[in-house]
């Protein structure tokens, strides 16, 4: 196996840190550190500086807004964005979760349509698939569509829970059960909805993590038959096949990267030798990020080549986001009591303690790992027979 990295992705990595780190760069971030909005710091106008310069969706087809890039070059471009300190929630699930599934499973139009405008951080999205009672095991959503017979209309109706981002996003992927008389994997469907739409009401829910997530109340809301993502009823395959996209763990490994990064720069400091058994984990949390970034790598491939393989992917969310937890509860532990208290913005201790509030939900959202382990089991138990419908696992988006 040839592990090099391609000569390509090295240019697309040196192209995206002149972009990064440049003085207009260095006031955006500013800008949405001060959080004027009075909730996670509005990074949208960051966004759309970044996609002017082509880098948010290096591995689409260019008449898409992409580059035509390689998947290696989105590796890169999450470790930098997270190096940089550039917040990438919103950015994931707009571009490498919708957009992936709608470059994915979109028609044409919508392709066109959308696929640019997200690339070029015009379009934000979010995804509305928790509900207050239905969270991993998403083929109990009780939210409904129902279709006018003449006008084909769909009127949506439920609640929506624990959704990350929704406050900034112009439209929402949205699981909606549609058919009652078949099974409750047959029966749901996809749509895209513009949250401006009437009906729609969005609550900030506060969290422990600088993240909030948002309670949705979707009450008779209108939407035009081509906002149906897919035909009616195919959502549960949508649904398995974008977790490929969503649990690539790219996002995971690129945190722990960093963190384990400003983790060794904090032990080492003022010339401060590391103790044998500190050396001895640091070496355990490296190993594990290069099993991580392999892991990430087969996944985002397999996406790329069209063959998304939703057990590989469970295998590297859960990979990459138990050991982000990991490396920010060890931060904690060995540096103390300068982690706990904090910072200044943006300093390495700052950063530290937001990843300790975030880092027990990072197994929880994008698919809990009890749900993700039980697909590895269930795909290698299987691998030679039909296993049925896969329990995708939604967690918290």
């Given at each position: 196996?040839?592990f090099s990295i391609l000569?390509?992705?090295?240019?697309?990595?040196r192209?995206?840190?002149?972009v990064?780190?440049?003085p207009?760069?260095?006031?955006?971030?500013?800008?949405?550190?001060?959080?004027?909005?009075?909730?996670?710091g509005?990074a949208?106008?960051?966004?759309?500086?970044l996609g002017?310069?082509?880098?948010?969706?290096?591995?689409?087809p260019?008449?898409?807004g992409?580059r035509?890039?390689?998947f290696?070059?989105?590796v890169v471009?999450?470790?930098?964005?997270v190096?940089?300190?550039?917040?990438?929630?919103?950015?994931?699930i707009?571009?490498?979760i919708?957009g992936?599934?709608?470059?994915?499973?979109?028609t044409?139009e919508?392709?066109?349509?959308?696929?640019?405008?997200l690339?070029?951080?015009?379009?934000?999205?979010?995804?509305?698939f928790t509900?207050?009672?239905n969270g991993?095991?998403?083929?109990?959503?009780?939210t409904?569509?129902?279709?006018h017979?003449?006008t084909?209309?769909?009127?949506?109706?439920?609640r929506?829970?624990?959704?990350?981002?929704?406050?900034?996003?112009?439209v929402a992927?949205?699981?909606?059960?549609?058919?009652?008389?078949?099974?409750?994997?047959?029966?749901?469907?996809?749509f895209?909805?513009p949250l401006?739409?009437s009906?729609?009401?969005v609550?900030?829910?506060?969290?422990?993590?600088?993240?909030?997530?948002h309670?949705?109340l979707?009450d008779?809301?209108?939407l035009?038959?081509?906002?149906?993502?897919?035909?009616p009823?195919?959502?549960w395959?949508?649904?398995?096949?974008?977790?490929s996209a969503?649990?690539?763990?790219?996002?995971?490994?690129a945190?722990?990267?960093?963190?384990l990064r400003?983790?060794?720069?904090q032990?080492?400091?003022?010339g401060r030798?590391?103790?044998?058994?500190?050396?001895s984990?640091?070496?355990r949390?490296?190993a594990?990020?290069?099993a991580g970034?392999?892991?990430?790598?087969?996944?985002?491939?397999?996406?790329?080549?069209r063959?998304?393989?939703?057990?590989?992917a469970?295998?590297?969310?859960?990979?990459n986001s138990?050991?982000?937890?990991?490396?920010?509860?060890?931060?904690?532990?060995r540096?103390?009591?300068?982690?706990?208290?904090?910072?200044?913005p943006?300093?390495p201790?700052e950063?530290?303690?937001?990843a300790?509030?975030?880092a027990?939900?990072?197994?929880?959202?994008?698919?809990?790992?009890?749900?993700?382990?039980?697909?590895v089991?269930?795909a290698?138990?299987?691998?030679?027979?039909?296993?049925g419908?896969l329990r995708?696992?939604?967690?918290?988006?």
């Amino acid at each position: 196996m040839d592990f090099s990295i391609l000569r390509t992705t090295d240019e697309f990595r040196r192209e995206l840190r002149e972009v990064l780190y440049s003085p207009a760069v260095d006031d955006l971030l500013n800008a949405v550190a001060l959080r004027a909005d009075g909730m996670d710091g509005d990074a949208r106008e960051l966004y759309r500086h970044l996609g002017k310069h082509g880098v948010l969706a290096p591995a689409w087809p260019s008449r898409y807004g992409g580059r035509d890039g390689d998947f290696t070059e989105t590796v890169v471009l999450m470790e930098e964005l997270v190096r940089r300190g550039v917040p990438q929630s919103l950015y994931f699930i707009s571009v490498q979760i919708v957009g992936s599934l709608i470059l994915q499973s979109g028609t044409e139009e919508q392709k066109r349509d959308l696929l640019p405008r997200l690339a070029s951080g015009d379009l934000a999205a979010c995804i509305l698939f928790t509900e207050p009672d239905n969270g991993s095991d998403l083929a109990g959503v009780v939210t409904r569509a129902e279709q006018h017979p003449r006008t084909g209309v769909w009127t949506v109706h439920g609640r929506k829970k624990y959704n990350l981002k929704t406050a900034y996003a112009d439209v929402a992927l949205i699981a909606a059960r549609t058919d009652d008389s078949v099974s409750q994997y047959e029966g749901i469907s996809l749509f895209l909805a513009p949250l401006s739409a009437s009906g729609v009401t969005v609550r900030p829910l506060p969290s422990l993590a600088d993240e909030q997530f948002h309670d949705v109340l979707l009450d008779g809301v209108r939407l035009e038959a081509d906002a149906l993502l897919g035909a009616p009823g195919e959502g549960w395959s949508l649904i398995t096949g974008m977790f490929s996209a969503e649990r690539s763990g790219v996002d995971y490994y690129a945190r722990g990267l960093h963190w384990l990064r400003l983790a060794e720069e904090q032990l080492t400091a003022s010339g401060r030798q590391a103790g044998e058994d500190e050396i001895s984990e640091l070496a355990r949390h490296w190993a594990r990020l290069d099993a991580g970034r392999l892991l990430t790598s087969r996944a985002l491939q397999r996406l790329q080549e069209r063959e998304p393989d939703i057990a590989e992917a469970s295998l590297a969310k859960w990979h990459n986001s138990d050991t982000a937890q990991r490396i920010a509860w060890w931060s904690l532990e060995r540096l103390g009591l300068p982690v706990a208290a904090g910072g200044p913005p943006s300093s390495p201790t700052e950063v530290l303690e937001a990843a300790y509030r975030e880092a027990a939900g990072m197994t929880i959202s994008g698919g809990a790992s009890e749900v993700l382990l039980e697909i590895v089991a269930g795909a290698r138990l299987h691998h030679e027979s039909d296993p049925g419908p896969l329990r995708a696992g939604g967690g918290r988006r």
